[in-house]
């Protein structure tokens, strides 16, 4: 699998069953070429008008499976949050 193919991937969280998103970035090591962690952001300020408050930064070890069309991982969302 191709790096870019992992983008637009939706993202869903096995411990609660949700969608979290679409990953929208990647973020790797260009020392060794592993991917360190998927970027999904966090939900619109005010109707998506104001950018984002937030976005998850999901580690690649929290990845449990990568499909066709979804990733699923299992990650407290609330631990993952990172100011935009």
Not at 6 to 17: A, R
């Amino acid at each position: 699998m191709k790096i870019f193919e992992l983008k637009n991937k939706q993202v869903i969280n096995e411990e609660d069953c949700c969608i979290i998103g679409c990953v929208i970035d990647i973020d790797f090591d260009p020392k060794n070429g592993c991917i360190n962690s998927i970027i999904i952001p966090g939900p619109g300020r005010l109707c998506g008008f104001f950018g984002r408050e937030f976005v998850y930064v999901i580690p690649f070890r929290c990845i449990k499976s990568i499909g066709r069309d979804i990733i699923l991982v299992n990650v407290c969302l609330d631990k993952h949050k990172e100011k935009c």
